[in-house]
């Protein structure tokens, strides 16, 4: 079980699209839509903001998206704001009732 | 409302054990499968162990196997996490997050505040 791969860091503009990457295997990621995706502020517990791999929860804005291609799925964040700088997670399904986050990736809105 | 109320933590020597509870209240509790994910300080989140809404099935990761063991009692709408063999590197934030399915297949739509749990060598 070893965890997916994040870029530790990014950043953007207001305004801005970043993609922050995440790369697993096929035997989970690779395999498995049950991928998503967490922002975490500092202090704060986590909030999904995608999940199957591009579905957005109720409340969640549309300028968040997500898209799995072979081994790796991606988080888009389009028109940022300041608000979005936080700590963002992947998580994919990795079989038999088990789960595998990524080592997360920090935000930073200049 | 969905509320996961987490207690239990605190300080324990090496060695030591600990139990962890989740309170549920808001959702059906039998009907999701619950989950235990940690933080250790300044890292990244880390899988530790998942209970379906039944209690048959359970998996754990790799770290906790054989020390760690989940379950739940439906009756009470409470999860519980029984820590055994503590070590320094099971230092760590604790979050009970509710599954948006019956087993551990979905995503987590609901986390609770997270309970600390000090580990001293």
């Known amino acids: 079980q070893s965890a997916l791969t994040q870029p530790r860091s990014v950043s953007g503009s207001p305004g801005q699209s970043v993609t922050i990457s995440c790369t697993g295997t096929s035997s989970d990621l690779g395999t498995y839509n049950s991928v998503s995706w967490y922002q975490q502020h500092p202090g704060k517990a986590p909030k999904v903001m995608i999940y199957?791999?591009?579905q957005r929860p109720s409340g969640v804005p549309d300028r968040f998206s997500g898209s799995k291609s072979a081994n790796t799925a991606s988080l888009t964040i389009s028109g940022l704001q300041a608000e979005d700088e936080a700590d963002y997670y992947c998580c994919s399904y990795a079989g038999s009732y088990t789960v595998i986050f990524g080592g997360g990736t920090k935000l930073t809105v200049l | 409302e969905v509320q996961l109320v987490e207690s239990g933590g605190g300080l324990v020597q090496a060695g030591g054990s600990l139990r962890l509870s989740c309170a549920a209240s808001?959702?059906?509790?039998?009907?999701?499968?619950m989950n235990w994910v940690r933080q250790a300080p300044g890292k990244g989140l880390e899988w530790v162990s998942g209970?379906?809404?039944?209690?048959?099935?359970?998996n754990y990761g790799n770290s906790v196997t054989g020390r760690f063991t989940i379950s739940r009692d439906n009756s009470k709408n409470t999860l519980y996490l029984q820590l055994n063999g503590l070590r320094a590197e099971d230092t760590a934030i604790y979050y009970c997050a509710k599954v948006s399915a019956t087993v551990t297949k979905g995503y987590f739509d609901y986390w609770g505040q997270g309970i600390l749990v000090t580990v001293s060598s």
């Open positions: 209970i379906s809404g039944s209690g048959l099935n359970i």
């Open positions: 199957d791999v591009s």
């Open positions: 808001g959702f059906t509790f039998s009907s999701y499968a």
